[in-house]
C-alpha cells in the first residue's frame, strides 16, 4: 500500500517578552533548529497593516522570561530573494510573508541598515503593491549547456550557449560549473517509444526529479495522447493509464505538456530566464539567517 505523508517544513514558535516595544518574539525553526529570530509587535498584523520587525542577533539574556504563546507546524516554506513566504498548519492566520529590505544612512549610502516588515495575506491584497517579475534582464548572461547528442537543439536567444555532456537531462542552466536546472525533451514519439521500456523510463524520471530545478517538457498536448488518429501501437486508454503512472509514482515531477516544439522550447527559455533571475537576486538580496 502506498502511504504519502506531508513533511512539516519547520516550525512556527511564538513566544511572549518582558519588552513593552517588541513584546513577542517570534522563532522560525527548520530541521531542529533555529531558522530566523524575530523580536515583533504583535502576534498577527492586523488588517491592512504591516509590522515593523528587528532581528535577533544574539541569545537573550539569562534573566529574560520567554512564555511560549503558540507553536503550529509549517506546511510550506518559500524564500524568493529578499521575500519569504509562510504557510502554517491552521485554519485562520496562516498566510504570511516577510519581506527584508536594505536601507541607507543619509549621508552615508555606502553605509545600510536592515528593516524586516511582516506582512499577512490580507495586508497584500489590500495594498496591492507593485510586483516586479524576477525575469527581468540580469546582470549577466545566463549559459545554457546542451547536450552534444542534440541534433537539433531548442534556441535560446541572448544566452550563452555551449555544446557538452549533460549527465541527466537534454537541457541544463548553467551556475559556473554546476547544474542550476536540467530540463529532460521529449517529443510526441519519443514518449510512446519510452512506454514500451517503463522501468528504464522510470529510473531516468526518478533520476531527472531528484534534481533541485528540474522539468520534463513534452512537444505535444495530453488531449494528442487521447487522440486515436495519432496513436500507434498503443490505444488511448493505454496511453492514459501510462501517463496516470508517470505521475503517480514520481509525485515531485515537473511534467509540461506543451502543444509543439516552438511552444516547448519558449517554456524552456522562460523557465530558465526565471530561475536565473531569482538566482541573481538571491546573490544580491537574500537575507543572513
Not at 533548529?33 to 515593523?52: E, I, M, N, S
Not at 544574539?58 to 522570561?65: H, K, R, Y
Not at 525533451?185 to 519519443?190: A, G, I
Not at 514518449?191 to 524520471?205: E, S
Amino acid at each position: 500500500m502506498l502511504h504519502i505523508t506531508a513533511m512539516a517544513a519547520g516550525t512556527w514558535i511564538l513566544e511572549r517578552t518582558e519588552n513593552d516595544r517588541f513584546p513577542y518574539r517570534l522563532q522560525i525553526a527548520r530541521d531542529g533548529k533555529p531558522w530566523l529570530v524575530l523580536r515583533v509587535q504583535d502576534r498577527w498584523p492586523t488588517a491592512g497593516r504591516h509590522l515593523f520587525c528587528l532581528r535577533e542577533t544574539q541569545l537573550p539574556e539569562l534573566d529574560e522570561e520567554l512564555v511560549e504563546v503558540e507553536r503550529v507546524e509549517i506546511t510550506a516554506f518559500n524564500e524568493r530573494g529578499r521575500r519569504i513566504s509562510v504557510i502554517l498548519d491552521r485554519a485562520r492566520f496562516k498566510r504570511c510573508d516577510f519581506l527584508f529590505l536594505k536601507k541607507s544612512y543619509k549621508g552615508r549610502p555606502d553605509d545600510s541598515y536592515e528593516q524586516v516588515f511582516w506582512l499577512t495575506q490580507r495586508a497584500m491584497q489590500q495594498h496591492r503593491p507593485s510586483f516586479k517579475l524576477v525575469s527581468r534582464p540580469a546582470d549577466s548572461a545566463m549559459v545554457v549547456r546542451i547536450d552534444s547528442n542534440e541534433k537539433y537543439p531548442w534556441r535560446f536567444p541572448a544566452a550563452v550557449t555551449e555544446r557538452g555532456t549533460v549527465t541527466c537531462g537534454d537541457y541544463a542552466l548553467m551556475d559556473g560549473n554546476a547544474l542550476l536546472a536540467v530540463v529532460e525533451r521529449k517529443t510526441f514519439d519519443n514518449v510512446l517509444a519510452d512506454f514500451g521500456v517503463m522501468p528504464v523510463l522510470h529510473q531516468r524520471l526518478a533520476e531527472l526529479a531528484a534534481r533541485q530545478n528540474h522539468a520534463l517538457v513534452i512537444e505535444a498536448s495530453y488531449m494528442d495522447f487521447l487522440n486515436p488518429k495519432k496513436l500507434h501501437h498503443y490505444t488511448p486508454g493505454f496511453c492514459a493509464k501510462a501517463i496516470a503512472e508517470l505521475h503517480a509514482l514520481h509525485p515531485t515531477l515537473r511534467i509540461v505538456y506543451c502543444a509543439n516544439r516552438k511552444a516547448a522550447n519558449e517554456w524552456t527559455r522562460s523557465y530558465f530566464v526565471a530561475l536565473w533571475g531569482l538566482k541573481q537576486e538571491a546573490h544580491a538580496d537574500l537575507p543572513a539567517h
